[in-house]
Each structure stands twice: as structure tokens, then as C-alpha cells.
């Protein structure tokens, strides 16, 4: 496996740092309530039982997986993938590109982010900057993110559980592209018509 000293650091930094600015970013906006907790009934309505303990599974066994790699690397290494330690290094800069781009993202949507599938007071629909072409850019990045992670890791288990993440994330956005469409019917339609879902669209409709 080689020297796994430098992906080990890389891998535990970067499993800590996204959370941790989504956490700065949602007490920023909100600062008398965590990003994380006091999820209402709507919202948790809105994400669905199944797909709420489904994805908070994942992120639990991802930190598990994390943990232990980076205390005993022995006790993952049957689910070891030899990758290039080229592509290794190339994960870990597009995994810190990503972070930047995330805080970008953040800044932008500002007081409008929740963790969880809710409105807030007063919400407005975001359609400039990085929202003019995109109109879920914030998953683009943690696509972007796990992906990375996953290459970084070359575990084939971690690989896995960034799969399993990345395909909640869809059926997310399905249901968050609902609740938008119930808040500014017409407008965000228009709005859909325009823009792409995680990639910008070659030719507006």
C-alpha cells in the first residue's frame, strides 16, 4: 500500500473540513440555531423517513470507515483498490478545490441554506451567480467532493458508501426541486427551463 501516511491526513482533513464549514455557514445564517439540529416535522416530512435514516447511515459508516483508517490502516486494508498514487494526489487537490467551492456556494446562498428541505422566512430564489446556469450547484461541489474523497481513499468500501451518498442526493434534489416549485410555482419552472440541474445546460430551453 505503500506510504499512506500523506492520504491518511489528507483524507481525515477533508472528511472533517466539509462538515465543519457547512456547520460555520449554518450558524453564521441562523446563529441562535445549530445547522444541524432542531430539524421540524415539515422538513423532516419532506426528506422522508426512510431516505433521512438511509443517508444519515451513510454518513455514519463513512466516518467509521475514516476513523479507522486513519488510527490502524490495517483493520481497512481488505478493502483496499490499488490506485496510481498520481490519481491519489489528484483527488486530494480537486478535494480541496472543492471545499473552496463550497465555501463560494455558501456565501452565496447565505441565510437561504439549511441542511434539511425547508424554507426560511422571507426566501428568495437565487438565480445569479453560480445559480445563473446551475440551479443546485451545492451539490455539484459534494458530488465533486466525494468523488475525490473516494478516488483519495482507494477503498473500495469507502467508494461505496460516496456511491450510496451520491444517489440519496438525487432523489434529494427530486423532492427539494418539489418543494421550490410548491413555494414559486411559475417562476422557478421558468427557471428550470434555463438552467441545468448540476451542470450547466449547452442550450437554454
Known sequence: ???????????????????????????????HQGAYT??????????GRLNFVVHA???FAMGIVVALYAAY???????????PDAWRWAGLGFGIVSLLALIKVHRQLGR???????LQ???QLITTGVYRRIRHPMYS??????LAAAVMSANWLFMVLCAGRMLMFFERIRREEG????????????YQQRTGRLLPRLRAG
Open 1 to 31: 500500500m505503500g506510504d499512506e501516511i500523506p492520504f491518511r491526513i489528507g483524507l481525515v482533513a477533508l472528511s472533517a473540513l466539509a462538515p465543519f464549514i457547512q456547520v460555520y455557514f449554518g450558524r453564521k445564517a441562523r446563529p
Open 38 to 47: 432542531s430539524v421540524k416535522r415539515d422538513s423532516f416530512r419532506r426528506e
Open 57 to 59: 447511515a451513510l454518513v
Open 73 to 83: 490502516p490495517p483493520s481497512v486494508a481488505w478493502s483496499h483498490v490499488a490506485i
Open 112 to 118: 437561504f441554506w439549511s441542511a434539511y428541505l425547508e
Open 121 to 123: 422566512e422571507g426566501h
Open 141 to 146: 461541489v459534494l458530488f465533486f467532493f466525494l
Open 179 to 190: 418543494m421550490l416549485i410548491g413555494q414559486f410555482g411559475d417562476e422557478y419552472r421558468r
